[in-house]
């Protein structure tokens, strides 16, 4: 089914009110392929729920680009994109429902953007990649290492160019917390451990529920493999759409580790399982230990996700023998380098430098009475913040990338094979918890 800004524009006004439709330094660039001029990128949507407007709303903040056509079963979800881009935006834009029309009809894309759930992610990359397509595609890159396997294949066999969205991979406050003050300056020494956690109460994981008017129906839920509505809107929680809770929200952060240690995980162990959400497939919780082997020793990495508190939000800290890099999305998450005063080399100079902020000045002395300081206890690290401010939404960073290794050759931030790095380790964590064994890796496992 296809419908044009001219149609749909006519059955708006004939309607009156019509409701109008997720480890290391890279290299892989765009060799060889067509580099067209700043203001000559058409683009085009698979996939227009929650996720796929947020990268909507960061790409019309890039000049020079225009979409061109969107796609998604869900008349809802489709209907509104396609109001928004042709009315408010201005964008001439065809809808499709079926990916397989879109493919068909469109001749002049350049890239297309895909944000459909995981279980769908390999058969339209490598339909849109043989199409001779370049592809931003959601993480997971899939629920299947056999499908995110397909990916890099077929990537490496049409030429094109496939990013993955890791977007903290291109996000400045990462790139100089990890490439700059851990690897260049060598700020905090050996590290030995990281932390991290993505933690969400109740609320942020009741299941979507919306009025049934506006339902898919029977019919087209089983043409596109779903068979309740329930699950069609909850699919992260289901075994064959997802992988729950550790790949949605874990993927981002795992992926980080092999960053800083500069090497994939050896081994995983983790403990997890359906201990709340009872109605679910997916573990509603999940706390990991990996291990990585580099060329200074043995480095572990604690990972925690929980969907029935929300203590501690999002954020990774990476623990060395001078001081800890606490991080996140968010600044007021994480954005400092902790230092361990007893042990550390003066941090005065990398004020001079511009590599760190100046340290904030500590909290007034609060004096409690009959409270005796455990000599065993190590005082709170004086912090200095980072000096990294963002101009423009993290999405749009690692987009604004994407397009610049089409248009000028810029390597890409997380091509497919560093996609594929972090979705082995990711998925082996639900291994790990369902056999309730340590996984171990070997380096070959990392090749797709």
Not at 121 to 131: D, G, K, R, W
Not at 190 to 210: E, F, G, L, P, Y
Not at 335 to 357: C, F, H, V
Request: with cysteine; net charge neutral.
């Amino acid at each position: 089914m296809t419908m044009s800004r001219r149609d749909f524009v006519r059955s708006v006004t004939a309607a009156g009110a019509s409701m109008a439709m997720a480890g290391r330094a890279t290299t892989a660039s765009a060799e060889g392929v067509r580099k067209p001029a700043a203001d000559d990128l058409n683009i085009a949507l698979i996939g227009a729920g929650l996720e796929g407007q947020v990268l909507v709303d960061s790409c019309l903040k890039i000049p020079g680009i225009r979409f061109k056509a969107i796609c998604d079963i869900w008349p809802y979800k489709r209907d509104a994109m396609f109001n928004r881009l042709t009315r408010t935006h201005k964008h001439d834009v065809t809808a499709y429902e079926d990916y397989r029309e879109l493919l068909a009809q469109e001749e002049d894309v350049d890239a297309v953007v895909i944000a459909t759930p995981d279980w769908l992610h390999a058969e339209h990359t490598n339909a849109c990649l043989e199409n001779g397509w370049h592809v931003y595609c959601e993480k997971e890159m899939s629920n299947s290492l056999e499908k995110a396997k397909s990916m890099v294949h077929t990537a490496k066999k049409t030429g094109k160019l496939l990013q993955i969205g890791h977007q903290r991979r291109s996000n400045p406050r990462y790139q100089h917390g990890v490439d700059r003050l851990i690897h260049e300056l060598k700020l905090l020494g050996r590290v030995t451990h990281a932390n991290a956690q993505w933690n969400r109460s109740k609320s942020a994981a009741t299941d979507i529920c919306v009025n049934q008017r506006i339902f898919l129906s029977p019919e087209s839920l089983t043409k596109y493999g779903y068979d309740t509505m329930s699950r069609f809107l909850n699919w992260r929680w289901y075994k064959k759409f997802g992988g729950g809770p550790i790949v949605d929200l874990g993927s981002h952060q795992i992926d980080i580790f092999a960053w800083v240690f500069g090497c994939n995980p050896k081994s995983v162990i983790a403990s997890g399982g359906v201990d709340f959400y009872k109605h679910h497939e997916w573990y509603d919780n999940v706390l990991c230990i990996f291990e990585y082997e580099n060329e200074e020793g043995t480095a572990r990495a604690f990972y925690e996700t929980l969907t029935t508190s929300g203590h501690g939000g999002f954020s990774e800290a990476f623990m060395g023998e001078y001081g800890t890099l606490l991080i996140s999305e968010v600044p007021g998450q994480g954005n400092s380098a902790g230092r361990q005063p007893a042990d550390a080399p003066e941090w005065d100079k990398y004020i001079k430098t511009g590599d760190l902020m100046p340290i904030k000045a500590p909290p007034k002395k609060v004096v409690t009475k009959n409270v005796l300081m455990d000599s065993r206890v190590s005082p709170g690290l004086p912090k200095w913040p980072l000096p990294i401010e963002l101009a423009k939404p993290v999405h749009q960073l690692h987009l604004e990338n994407f397009f610049n290794a089409i248009r000028f050759g810029e390597p890409l931030n997380c091509p497919a094979e560093v996609g594929y790095e972090t979705a082995v380790a990711v998925l082996a964590c639900n291994d790990a918890v369902a056999t309730n064994r340590r996984i171990e890796f070997k380096e070959t496992d990392f090749i797709a």
